[in-house]
């Protein structure tokens, strides 16, 4: 799976505030008055035309989703496009700039290698996700020229693991990676950010869950297993959201990912909610060819963005 306002007018106004008393004490001659100090230069600083915010992260942060082949794709549809329309109406002039990248993992993120289902649009300058970000931070770099960025990654650090002959040394693995890149990410973009930037990165759902149903016990076993490998994955991602000074938006919560108790109605059926709503918001539970498939659906997508919008707009500027 694989987020201020700078008015040259007032500027202009203070700089002529403060030059017009200075002349007008003396009758206008065309000339300098004796003695008088030659008027400061001053260059007037240009508005921010575009503001832009900046989407980082892996296929979720791409809005994919299976086509009628069941290929995953990327879309108008996720959560990042539906936030973005969101902060649109409250931030003039937003654009959007997707940097993120289908597969990515936390270690692909920083080197720009070991992504093995990179899409064919998907190719940072630099030659990385984090380089090509951090470079766009440097250029936007106005106070308030990049008023958000978020983002979303680990999944990929530890999805393959569901099928791996060692689950535990797998995830064991790939929650490591998860501890160690993660900060090295989030501190990276803060420093290059300007002044005024929200940042903002989410926690993860729990597509596994879909094994709920499987006939396969072992499959079923790593569906009731999972929740509590999501619930330590996701505690070492906020961990390192708050060392790193992003909020985090509670996906997880949102879809109910750690509640394996409460029993809801699904299907003519009575199943844990944390299994309805992943079968509800994403793929993972659809027949072929649309599924099985890990991604959200626009209903998903949708509960993230609002996830996303919640911490957003407690952050202060």
Request: charged letters at 15%; proline letters at 5%.
């Amino acid at each position: 799976m694989r987020v201020r306002f700078i008015c040259a007018a007032v500027t202009v106004g203070v700089l002529i505030a403060v030059a017009v008393p200075t002349v007008a004490s003396a009758r206008f001659t065309g000339k300098a008055p004796t003695g008088a100090a030659p008027a400061p230069k001053t260059k007037a600083r240009k508005s921010i035309v575009h503001r832009y915010y900046l989407a980082l992260g892996d296929s979720l942060s791409r809005g994919w989703q299976p086509n009628v082949n069941g290929q995953s794709v990327n879309t108008n549809q996720g959560y990042v496009d539906q936030l973005f329309k969101i902060e649109h109406r409250r931030v003039p002039g937003l654009k959007l700039v997707k940097l993120g990248c289908g597969g990515e993992t936390t270690g692909s993120m920083i080197t720009g290698k070991g992504n093995q289902a990179v899409p064919s649009d998907c190719k940072p300058k630099g030659g990385s996700q984090l380089k090509a970000a951090t470079m766009f931070l440097k250029t936007h770099h106005r106070r308030g020229e990049v008023p958000l960025v978020t983002l979303d990654i680990g999944a990929n650090d530890v999805d393959g693991c569901a099928t791996s002959p060692d689950l535990v040394g797998c995830v064991t693995a790939g929650e490591a990676s998860i501890k160690h890149d993660t900060p090295i990410i989030l501190s990276a973009l803060r420093k290059a950010a300007p002044k005024g930037t929200k940042f903002a990165a989410g926690t993860l759902y729990d597509p596994v869950l879909a094994g709920y149903f499987s006939s396969n016990a072992s499959t079923r076993g790593l569906a009731v297993a999972s929740v509590s490998f999501l619930k330590q994955i996701n505690d070492d991602i906020t961990a390192a959201d708050t060392s790193g000074g992003f909020a985090t938006a509670d996906v997880a919560g949102a879809f109910d990912s750690y509640d394996s108790t409460d029993m809801v109605a699904f299907n003519g059926q009575s199943i844990p909610i944390n299994v309805a709503r992943v079968c509800s918001w994403t793929w993972a539970c659809t027949t072929p060819p649309s599924g099985p498939n890990i991604h959200a659906n626009l209903n998903g997508y949708s509960v993230m963005a609002q996830a996303y919008k919640a911490v957003i707009g407690k952050l202060k500027k």
